[in-house]
């Protein structure tokens, strides 16, 4: 069973930051893309994030807010987050992605919620 854990989650005010951070064993972490979904109350999970290859990738509502970095020493990657809107509001989940010829694997963290409020 392929564990990602993830940390950093609180609330937070409006206008601020946070940071998240996905732990994930070696095997996976080295081998993987890895990336940050959300799923905010009664909507689906969407993408946040993702960072492959030296790459980074986001979703259009939180450019330049939020930066994606890994640390490859450590085997984490890490998701700050700025200028928080309540919008942001969501649980967040860690992903690693790896596509194999014609096979995705797909592995997911437990969530972190991040609520967004004054």
């Not at 990602?4 to 409006?14: C, H, I, R």
């Not at 700025?82 to 690693?96: G, H, I, Q, R």
Request: hydrophobic fraction near 30%; aromatic fraction near 12%; charge should be positive.
């Amino acid at each position: 069973q392929v564990q990602l854990v993830e940390s950093g989650g609180t609330l937070v005010q409006p206008g601020g930051s946070l940071r998240l951070s996905c732990a994930a064993p070696e095997n996976i972490f080295s081998m993987y893309d890895m990336g940050w979904y959300r799923q905010a109350p009664g909507k689906q999970r969407e993408f946040v994030a993702c960072i492959s290859g030296g790459s980074t990738y986001y979703t259009h509502s939180v450019k330049g807010r939020f930066t994606i970095s890994r640390d490859n020493a450590k085997n984490t990657v890490s998701l700050q987050m700025n200028s928080l809107k309540p919008e942001d509001t969501a649980v967040y989940f860690c992903n690693a992605h790896r596509t194999w010829g014609r096979n995705e694997y797909d592995y997911w963290g437990q969530g972190t919620q991040v609520p967004v409020s004054s």
